[in-house]
Structures are given as C-alpha cells and as structure tokens.
C-alpha cells in the first residue's frame, strides 16, 4: 500500500511492526517491510530530469539491486540519461560564469535503507546515527515533507556537479543524488539551481510514495 500524501502514519497506526529478518524486532512507528527504492520513484519526474536525454546503459556496476544483512536492508535505483564521454572538460571562464551549456548526460541515484535494532539501540537510533556520522547543511524543505530530519550537499565531481539529500525516517534512511554535465557549460557540471530543484522533486516523490511501515497496514 502506498501513501497518498507525504504525512507519516507512523504514530497512528498503533500495530506492531513485523520482526526483520536476521535482526531484532522492529519498535513502534518504525519500517518492519522492505522498501523497494524504485517504488519511490515517479516516472513522470524521472521523465522531467532526463533533460530530453535517451537512458543509457550505466557506465558504473549495476546499481539498482538489493543488499539484506542483518544491520540494514539496501535497496537502490538507478537511472542514467546521455554519455560524460561528450562532455569536453573546459577550464572555468571567470569572465563567463553560469553558461548552462546543452545537456550530455544526467543520473538519478535514489537508496533506501531500513536499519534494524542491535546492540542496545533501535533502528531509528541507527538511522540517526549515520545522518550525524557525516553533517551537512540542513534545510527545511525536508521536514516540511514529513520526514524526521535530514541534509543536502551540493558538490563538482570534475566535469560533472551533483546534488545529494539525505533523510531520515524513523529506521529509514533515504540517499538521492541527481547530478550530471552540460556541453559547454560554465563552470563545468549542470546549473547548481537545477541540481537542487531536481533532488528535492525526487525526495518530494520519495515521501508521497513510501509505503506504510508494517505489513497489515
């Protein structure tokens, strides 16, 4: 079952949640279920962020799959638009600053991961452990989603920028990256503005679509 709107029922439900394979059993509130990242993704944004770009086969390892251990359940999903390889690397023109350039390739990197209970702590105390374990700026657009806390951080990769948001809910913790590279742009990358844009759409899309947090829900 899938949410229809980007408030957490977490608290209201009141059922216990399923135990996690392989870990303890989940507290009240917190995700006992799978979460499938590409169930968080809208096509139609996907669609929109592609930048007018055919998907591509990824240059990278096949990121879109699934990790279960008996810490964290990881799943991923992955979209890459466009080749780098047409992307020539330009020194920066301090005399021709924010020229967007034409679109060469853009990627989605949407992670879900579903912290269990060990060692003395719950999987929320975990999931909030590893949002502190590397702090980056926070912003509001992200609690106003519903969701507990998170960052974002925005960065040049050589040629290519990307944008990263992390979240946190309950044991869930979600990892979007959009990024990718313009011709001819300057600096080199994608527009900083569109790379935020773009990121937050797809967390938007992320807290709409996360599922209720136990099975019988």
Known sequence: ???????ALLL?????????????????????????????VDPVTIAALAGGLAET????????????????????????????DSVPIAPYDEFA???????????VLVTAMRHHAGDGQSG???ARDWLASDPQARVPDITALGLDD???MQRPNGVESYTRIRAVDANLT???EYGGADIGAKPAGMPSGEGRDGALRLLTDAAARRPCPTSDC
């Open 174 to 176: 979600l990892l979007i």
């Open 12 to 40: 209201a439900t009141g059922v216990s949640a399923c135990s996690s394979a392989g870990g303890e059993q989940a507290d009240d509130g917190e995700y006992g279920v799978l979460v499938e990242a590409c169930d968080l």
């Open 150 to 152: 998170g960052d974002i």
């Open 97 to 107: 600053p924010d020229t967007p350039g034409t679109p060469a390739y853009r990627y």
């Open 57 to 84: 086969a990824s240059r990278l390892r096949q990121q879109s799959g699934r990790e279960l251990t008996d810490r964290v359940d990881k799943t991923t999903c992955h979209h890459q638009f466009g080749g780098s």
């Open 1 to 7: 079952m899938v949410r229809l709107g980007v408030v």
């Open 124 to 126: 929320t105390d975990l």
